[in-house]
């Protein structure tokens, strides 16, 4: 049985002392909500905090990205040891809106994700398709090279330990959601990637997360199909409530 997973993605929200905040009370609320893995994802400038804020509890950190090399001129980008020094057990890769606005491709993902797993970070790798790519009924396709790309010469016991997010463009930020069968038929097709790529045993392993306006009156639905293994939340997680109860909708 695969154990849920439930991050945050806080994007570039909440200052310092607000995403302390909101740690808190997202600690409070998912008390005793066992079970699931809950994770928050706040921006870099506020880890340290919210790393003190949920120190202790059972509520994990993460980051939304970071660069492939250990140091040097890179402006503007972090480090996996930097990361980790600020207590982050996670890292997001690939996001839609990294892939949209900052260039980034299957290729600097695969880099990253390469150096994530050398630092000891936990990656949670991001596919999916956008509107036009599913109007054009090309979703498979767009969504398979994503994760073959994104993947390449990772070996099987690193592939066994990594979480995907399925996220179709089109679902972030826009209120309109797969629904559980769409969604469940990509996560089902991704696992046969997996499959495909490694074995039977990687494929049952990996986490498969499903993102895109996921709130707590779709979660339920969402979440109680077989092939989603857990959410990557944007908008619902910046109110510590509605994450708890997407969280709760995981157990
Ligand atoms: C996301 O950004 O990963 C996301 C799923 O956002 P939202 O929940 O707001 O659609």
Not at 145 to 156: D, F, R, S, W, Y
């Amino acid at each position: 049985m695969r154990k849920p997973i439930v991050a945050g993605n806080w994007k570039m929200n909440r200052t310092s002392d607000e995403a302390e905040t909101l740690a808190r009370g997202v600690v409070d609320a998912v008390l005793g909500a066992d079970g699931v893995d809950v994770v928050v994802c706040p921006p870099h400038t506020a880890l340290e905090r919210v790393s003190g804020a949920v120190k202790g509890s059972s509520v994990g950190l993460g980051a939304q990205n970071m660069h492939w090399e250990a140091e040097g001129a890179y402006t503007g980008e972090v480090s996996g040891a930097m990361l980790l020094t600020c207590g982050c057990e996670y890292v997001i890769l690939g996001h839609s809106e990294r892939r949209q606005y900052f260039g980034e491709t299957d290729q600097t993902v695969n880099k990253r994700l390469k150096t994530a797993l050398d630092v000891g970070l936990k990656p949670i790798v991001c596919v999916g398709e956008t509107l036009e790519e599913r109007k054009s009924e090309v979703t498979d396709q767009v969504v398979r090279k994503q994760v073959t790309g994104g993947l390449e010469g990772i070996l099987a016991n690193e592939a066994q330990t990594l979480v995907l997010a399925y996220e179709p463009v089109w679902a972030i930020g826009t209120g309109l959601t797969a629904t559980p069968d769409q969604a469940d038929a990509v996560h089902g097709m991704i696992r046969q990637v997996l499959v495909d790529l490694y074995d039977e045993t990687v494929a049952q392993s990996v986490r498969i997360q499903y993102g895109g306006s996921m709130k707590p009156d779709n979660a339920a639905d969402l979440l109680g199909q077989p092939n989603i293994d857990g959410g990557l939340i944007g908008g619902a997680a910046l109110d510590a409530d509605s994450f708890a109860a997407i969280v709760k909708a995981a157990i």
